[in-house]
């Protein structure tokens, strides 16, 4: 059985966990394992952990896909070379609502671990008052699929794990196999 394992990246509040409580729903009957903490502000402080088992279309074979959000605070920073260093591809999660500079930040953290080839970003919070333009985002990560999501609603969101299944999967080498 093949094991993919999806990062979602970002600054914290961009939408992470949201994304992940959506996906819950969609796959709610092919889900058997779920690790989530959170603070009592809502805001998560070590790892949300969401697994999923489903067929894949791509290759006919049924797929095991994890799938990781980072820890935003900075005390947990130790642990990102462990995390990034074991995943198949990477969502960076875009918040639209903060200016391209403050995503960058988050974003050069990955940038020197995975290569680019591995990175699908989505543009979150596209119902924002004065949303980044999308045209500026796809500027700043030329050669970088982007993908414009409203995750609250779950716009988007199933989109964007499509694309990162797809980024895995032509990636021989990020694919685990556990048997
Ligand atoms: N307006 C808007 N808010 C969103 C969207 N997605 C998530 N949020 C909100 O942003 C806040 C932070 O989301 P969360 O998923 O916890 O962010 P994380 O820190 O990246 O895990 C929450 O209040 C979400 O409801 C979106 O598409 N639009
Ligand atoms: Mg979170």
Redesign the pocket.
Known sequence: MRELRIL?H??????????L?RLKEIYKDRVYDRIHQQTTE???VYL?MLMLKFHTSVQSSDVIVSLF?TP?QRRFSILRPWLFGYTSSVVF?F?S?RDIQENMESFYEIKNTVSVNKIVVQA?????PNAIPLEDIKEAFKGIPVIP?????G?GVLETLREAIKIALSDEEGVVRTS
């Open positions: 979602y970002g600054l914290g509040m961009a939408g992470k966990t949201t994304n409580e809502g805001r998560t949300d959000t935003g999660v918040d609502s979150n919070k596209r119902d924002v999501a409203v995750a609250k609603d716009i």
